[in-house]
């Protein structure tokens, strides 16, 4: 008996996992059945956990090899350099964390030769307003997404490849040098299959800066015809944050956006592992 309960959710993305204390050590079998919902599911999230950072880097092991991110020398945690701070909290004047990650969609680390498998938030503080949360982070399933097309356009689109380029990426901050050097522009197929499961998904997103072989105009009216069809409603989940919430994403089933509808004095702190990946097929 691994104990383990997976409650999928009405949406055509995400699942609770249930009955597990993170600070246990997970056998093989528990660790197998996590790994399988999230391909499965594309976001999993485990509610009321409070991690110590060794643990949260543990539990991000079981999904692959945890990396670590060009900003962790900034906002990383001593002792932990695997977690990163996203938050938009000020201490002595300064930032401990990466205040606005993703309020575009996009799937993380698509600008890299081999972007993350995974990313996992754990949640420390989520913004109340009234008693509600505020900060939501929503998903979409770019295999439902994919899956819906008409058939004649997934055979029109099933050989392109999509051009990224991290110096043009809507982000808040300006990339830094190093970063630039490290991510030189590069290209993945824009219908990918899931080395898990082999389910094809849409691999495409506001982010992408072309398509190869196609005239500027061209591909921008692709990326946003598919871009906006992935986030169609019926394809998104939202995740209202309660503290203590440890969620996992998987990059290649799912795109996420986070909603920022909350400033100071209302604080919002997640820890953040990613997980490494292999080249885009
Ligand atoms: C990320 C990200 C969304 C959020 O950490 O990659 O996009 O809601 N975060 O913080
Ligand atoms: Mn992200």
Known sequence: MT?????????????????????DTMSDAQSEIVRNALANYGVIYLRGHKLEPKKQVSFTRVFGEPAINHNAKKFGINGSPEIYRISNIVENGKPIGTAKAGTEWHSDMCYAM???????????????LNGFALGDTSFANTAAAWDALPITLKEKISNLRVIYDFTRRKRGAKPSKAAIQQYPPVSH????????????????????????GK???????????????????????????????????????????????????????????????????
């Not at 997976?6 to 055509?12: E, Q, R, S, Y």
């Not at 081999?114 to 109340?128: D, E, F, G, I, N």
């Not at 996992?248 to 953040?272: F, I, S």
């Open 3 to 23: 104990g383990i309960k997976i409650i999928p959710l009405m949406a055509k993305i995400g699942a609770e996992v249930a009955g597990l204390d993170l600070r």
């Open 114 to 128: 081999r972007p993350a498998k995974a990313t996992m938030l754990h949640a420390r503080k989520v913004p109340q």
């Open 189 to 212: 197929p824009l219908v990918r299959s899931h080395p898990i499961t082999g389910r094809k998904s849409l691999y495409v997103s506001g982010e992408s800066a072309g398509i190869e």
């Open 215 to 281: 005239s500027e105009e061209a591909g921008r009216i692709i990326i946003e015809a598919l871009a906006s069809h992935i986030v169609h409603p019926a394809f998104v989940y939202r995740h209202s944050w309660r503290q203590g919430d440890v969620v996992v994403w998987d990059n290649c089933t799912c795109q996420h956006k986070a909603e920022v509808d909350y400033d100071l004095p209302l604080e919002r702190l997640m820890w953040r592992t990613t997980v490494k990946g292999s080249v885009p097929k």
